[in-house]
């Protein structure tokens, strides 16, 4: 069974300091996984995917097979970074989607 | 383009009532998913609609709650008799293909059982 775990329910950080959001998963197969994220009083979106390999918002995650984990990073936090952050994970291209508990991230001014 | 819409936003209902959710898709996406999030815990898949045909309904939680996608279009949630345990937020969410594409999600239903 696929699992995904994120052991960090609230994170707080100060404007500009370093972010890391934790995310690891079991799946047994090569798994996609993914970073969704909900501000306030928005619908969730997707925020990057680790196939494109792209820093969305200053954001970047790499995917460590090793160790199962597909960590949310970011160098300088920002006001607008304030969110509810969810990994997820999709197996071999099908849509459904398993999801983390989500991490909110809070950024102190 | 319009989003996925959700409607309502917000219920309150009593326990042992019925409530029916409704979700529009982005027009030509044949993907509909239904997913829930109970306070506290993960956001769950539920159910899956290709076109009108339930595709995967492994994640429905039990009998009171039914799904249906009359002609492809929209889709409504109906759970009934509602239990406590039934709040949550249910997310609607619609792709255009099967394999590999972007899912849309919708806002949410906020359902709260009293």
């Known amino acids: 069974a696929q699992r995904v775990t994120q052991p960090e329910k609230l994170l707080s950080v100060f404007k500009g300091a370093p972010v890391e959001l934790k995310c690891n998963y079991s799946?047994?197969?090569?798994?996609?996984l993914f970073w969704y994220v909900q501000y306030s009083r928005q619908r969730l979106q997707l925020l990057l995917r680790?196939?494109s390999r792209e820093s969305i918002k200053g954001f970047t995650a790499d995917l460590n097979k090793g160790e199962t984990s597909f960590h949310l990073k970011k160098p300088f936090a920002q006001e607008e970074d304030s969110a509810m952050y969810y990994c997820a994970l999709r197996s071999g291209g099908y849509q459904k989607v398993t999801f983390g508990t989500g991490t909110k991230l809070q950024v102190i001014p | 383009e319009a989003g996925v819409t959700q409607f309502p936003s917000h219920s309150v209902i009593e326990k042992g009532q019925t409530v029916t959710l409704r979700c529009d898709p982005i027009?030509?996406?044949?993907?509909l998913y239904w997913y829930r999030r109970v306070m506290g815990k993960e956001i769950k898949f539920l159910l899956h609609?290709?076109?009108?045909?339930?595709?995967?309904e492994s994640g429905m939680p039990n009998n009171r709650f039914l799904a249906e996608r009359t002609g492809g279009t929209y889709s409504t949630l109906k759970v009934q008799p509602a239990e406590l345990e039934d709040s949550g937020v249910y997310f609607c969410?619609?792709?255009?293909?099967?394999?590999?594409?972007?899912?849309?999600f919708g806002e949410g239903s906020w359902l709260t059982v009293v």
């Open positions: 609609f290709v076109k009108e045909s339930k595709q995967d």
């Open positions: 027009s030509g996406h044949d993907n």
């Open positions: 799946y047994s197969g090569s798994p996609e």
């Open positions: 680790h196939i």
């Open positions: 969410a619609s792709s255009q293909e099967l394999w590999g594409n972007t899912i849309y």
